[in-house]
């Protein structure tokens, strides 16, 4: 009688795999670090060859193989003449193939847009090559309009780049000069995805986003608010091309060649023209064609012996793409696609059986395979975000039915879209509906009290969860196994995520103003009371200054002072709105730029308020606040160009007291303000400064240290393109005796008043 117990694992190509991204790794190491990270490779294979120990010496072997390919790999790009001239700042004039689609970067002095590309031929100092390196160009707007696979001549300065495999930046001058058009199978790609994105143009903005992006992974036009609550739900990998869209795409190809019939060899033909099709679709840059790997690596573990064929189809695509580029080995991207296949194909099996004991199987297996995933990326996903997501299994279990649906009714869309209009938007109408049904999945999930919680990214925090995951992933078969144990874990994890648990020690006692950490914009927070508090701004985004607002236990907003229109300041007047009871709406003279005063009306109109300009130099109190607003000016502009550029200065600026401490709260006042203000108020003296603009460089230094303040305060996001905070700024205040402190570092900063002293709490 043949044995039914679960087939073991086989582990070896896996090995092999690891080893393949040890080498890798030794290859991208600085000097010292390829050293001893060679002399190791050698003095373990010796040792193997000694004790005879043939698959020690293979993996050894491999992990050569990768280091080799990397450092030829580095040499080839990092000395070729491009590089060197890179150096050295040179102006070339560059013949380049591009590879990617445009990418607009947006920024302060304007948008410029970034395309990488392949040099084919670069003139510079009197010499020419001719060569293949790849290199990324910077250039006005009108590179937006260079087409994918076409080959363009540009000219410019060269700059080294700072990480990836360029070999070069370009910062071209001027538009590119078209060589040679796309070729036959880009212009098919191009116009597929063109047919797509019109077969859903009739549908809401995130929807019109959303299917392009499960299809192709093109997510242009996709409202930040709504990526942002993707990530906190875990459903991140459906905005961009993975394995999973593959799956998708060529498993409805392979079911429909098996309608028609099609049988044998030529079934596997069909897949792997649906492969490359994809790869066309989606574009042949690095993400896609791992993501086209991966997704292979899927279909081969679908169906029965899936940990064998799956395991050693993972292990050697590890091994193959990491050949091909070791640079993969260093990024996130690259590991997570890894990740989620191993835990796909080592853990969701057991888990399953586990659950399909006393769940059915269709449920248990679309239970374990979203959780098993989940749980192999959480480390990571934690050293990449600083937060772990606790709804992430509910949210992709629920997205998962219309995740196929969406997918393969929108590439039909594309597709009927060629011959006939009307015939794609047939089909891409229930896709935007499938779509729609995930969006709402997402923003839901991520408005629960507890979508995430918050983690830290250093060694010791990592550790741990890499420890408390392998605990898991070791127990979860047993405690899955039985109906009262799994049933009592589901209802665990349900009843953390509804109800958020209570943060020790946050908001402390004495609290009289909270920065709130909201990423690149202002939320504060000013104590009116018990549960009562004076918001000023409301931040970009309204699921994160309703969790701050909430971690304060805030449930009435007396006044909410609404700064200046620029997003970074209102889009998250919701979040204040919502569930809490607001008394008043203040907002600055300056009835500019238009979009952000169109979208505050309209929230304020949902709670039956009306916005109105904040009287200059009215006193008022609110509870415990007492206010007076000290700029801007009775006679200043209401109206603007309507671009937002003189929003800053139109800033409203608040003097607040609570319990003694006296706070200047000034918005994005500009250093002209600044100096009007100085003058308009000699004199004045303050405990806290909110710094004014993120503490952005343009700022009237010896008016901000005439106010004698013992804490300043720069409410900023990490890593933002605008260089906020700047040193100088910095360094001015704290030259005063102030201390500095930032929510990009510091979180939540919390200003309190204790028996007479003025202390400053944080999150972070």
């Known amino acids: 009688m043949p044995s039914t117990s679960p087939a073991v694992a086989d582990l070896r190509m896996p090995v092999l795999g690891v080893a393949a991204w040890l080498g890798a790794l030794t290859a991208l190491a600085p000097g010292q670090v390829l050293a001893a990270g060679v002399a190791a490779l050698v003095a373990l294979g010796c040792w193997a060859a000694v004790r005879r120990r043939p698959g020690v010496a293979v993996a050894v072997l491999v992990a050569g193989a990768v280091c080799c390919s990397g450092l030829v790999r580095h040499t080839q790009v990092d000395e070729s003449p491009v590089a060197l001239l890179a150096r050295d700042g040179a102006a070339a004039r560059l013949e380049l193939t591009v590879l990617s689609d445009p990418h607009v970067l947006s920024g302060r002095y304007g948008d410029r847009v970034l395309v990488r590309g392949e040099v084919r031929h670069v003139d510079a100092r009197g010499s020419a090559w001719t060569l293949a390196v790849p290199v990324l160009v910077l250039g006005d707007t009108s590179w937006g309009d260079v087409r994918l696979g076409s080959t363009v001549a540009a000219s410019g300065l060269l700059a080294p780049s700072d990480g990836g495999d360029a070999a070069a930046v370009l910062s071209a001058r001027g538009p590119p000069r078209v060589l040679a058009g796309p070729d036959a199978w880009w212009r098919g790609a191009e116009a597929v995805r063109a047919s797509l994105r019109a077969s859903v143009a009739g549908r809401p903005a995130d929807q019109r986003a959303l299917v392009p992006a499960l299809v192709d992974g093109d997510d242009a036009g996709l409202d930040p608010a709504v990526a942002d609550d993707f990530r906190t739900t875990g459903l991140t990998h459906l905005l961009a091309v993975s394995g999973t869209n593959l799956t998708l795409v060529v498993g409805f190809l392979l079911v429909v060649a098996r309608w028609c019939r099609v049988r044998g060899r030529w079934l596997l033909l069909v897949g792997a023209l649906g492969i490359v099709g994809f790869v066309l679709l989606a574009r042949t840059e690095p993400s896609v064609l791992r993501a086209a790997v991966m997704g292979s690596v899927a279909l081969v573990g679908l169906g029965r012996d899936a940990r064998q064929r799956g395991g050693r189809a993972l292990g050697a695509a590890v091994v193959g793409l990491l050949l091909v580029d070791p640079a993969l080995a260093a990024e996130a991207g690259f590991a997570l696609s ?20 006393w769940l059915p199987r269709w449920l248990a297996e679309a239970v374990a395979v979203p959780a098993a995933a989940q749980l192999a990326c959480t480390p990571l996903v934690a050293a990449i975000s600083g937060q772990v997501s606790l709804v992430a299994v509910g949210a992709n279990l629920l997205a998962a039915p219309a995740v196929g649906p969406a997918t393969v009714l929108g590439l039909t869309g594309g597709l009927l879209g060629l011959l006939w209009g009307p015939l794609g938007t047939m089909a891409g109408t229930p896709a935007a509906w499938c779509v729609g049904w995930i969006v709402a999945v997402a923003r839901h999930g991520a408005a629960l009290p507890t979508a995430a919680v918050l983690w830290g990214s250093g060694v010791l925090s990592l550790a741990l969860l890499t420890v408390l995951t392998l605990l898991v992933a070791l127990l979860a078969p047993a405690v899955l196994r039985h109906r009262v144990t799994g049933a009592a874990s589901c209802l665990l994890l349900v009843v953390v995520v509804l109800v958020r648990p209570p943060t020790p020690g946050w908001p402390p006692a004495g609290w009289v103003l909270v920065v709130c950490d909201v990423g690149q914009g202002d939320a504060l927070a000013v104590r009116a009371g018990p549960h009562a508090a004076v918001v000023i701004d409301a931040g970009p985004d309204p699921v994160l200054v309703d969790r701050c607002l909430d971690r304060l236990g805030i449930t009435e907003v007396p006044l909410l002072v609404l700064t200046h229109f620029h997003a970074d300041h209102v889009d998250g007047i919701t979040g204040v709105l919502d569930g809490r009871r607001v008394g008043a709406i203040w907002t600055t003279r300056l009835q500019d730029p238009p979009y952000g005063v169109e979208e505050v009306g309209a929230a304020a109109e949902t709670v039956g308020l009306v916005p109105t300009p904040a009287p200059y ?103 933002n393109d605008y260089g906020h905070p700047a040193s100088s700024t910095i360094a001015g205040l704290a030259s005063t005796g102030a201390r500095v402190l930032r929510t990009d570092q510091d979180g939540d900063v919390a200003v309190v008043a204790r028996d007479g002293d003025l202390l400053a709490v944080t999150s972070g």
């Open 338 to 357: 890894v990740l989620a296949t191993a835990g796909i194909l080592f853990l969701a099996p057991g888990w399953r059986d586990a659950l399909a004991r």
């Open 617 to 719: 130099a009215a006193s008022a109190d609110v509870g415990d606040v007492h206010l007076q607003v000290v700029w801007p000016l009775p006679d200043s502009p209401t109206t603007g160009p309507g671009d937002g550029s003189t929003a800053n200065e139109a800033s409203v600026v608040m003097v607040a007291e609570v319990h003694g401490v006296r706070m200047l709260l000034s918005g994005d006042v500009e250093p002209e303000g600044q100096a009007e203000l100085a003058r308009e108020l000699p004199g004045l003296r303050v405990d806290v400064l909110k710094v004014p603009h993120h503490g952005s460089r343009y700022q009237d230094l010896d008016f901000l240290a005439s106010l004698g303040a013992r804490l300043a305060v720069v409410s900023v996001g990490a890593d």
